[in-house]
């Protein structure tokens, strides 16, 4: 597991960074606080406090650093 931390403060990069992720089959978890949820989730991100950065987990055995780097975009 990789942790990389993320920025997700408007609609459009929520958006963006979802469609991004779901091409992906391994998993992502958002972590903010003591709230973790499914990074695939769009309704779920929301519920997310989204002015401050996220800790995003990327699940890969082998791949987890050529995933953190193609999200770059919303890496911070």
Do not use: W
């Not at 997700?8 to 958002?30: A, C, G």
């Not at 499914?38 to 929301?46: E, P, Q, R, T």
């Not at 791949?63 to 911070?76: P, Q």
């Amino acid at each position: 597991m990789k942790t990389v931390t993320v920025n997700l403060n408007s609609i459009e990069k929520v958006k963006s960074f979802v469609k991004d992720i779901t091409r992906y089959d391994n998993d992502f978890d958002l972590v903010s606080g003591r709230n973790l949820i499914d990074a695939k989730s769009i309704m779920g991100i929301f519920a997310l406090d989204l002015s401050k950065p996220l800790q995003l987990n990327i699940h890969s055995q082998n791949h987890g650093d050529k995933i953190a780097e193609e999200l770059k975009d919303y890496i911070c």
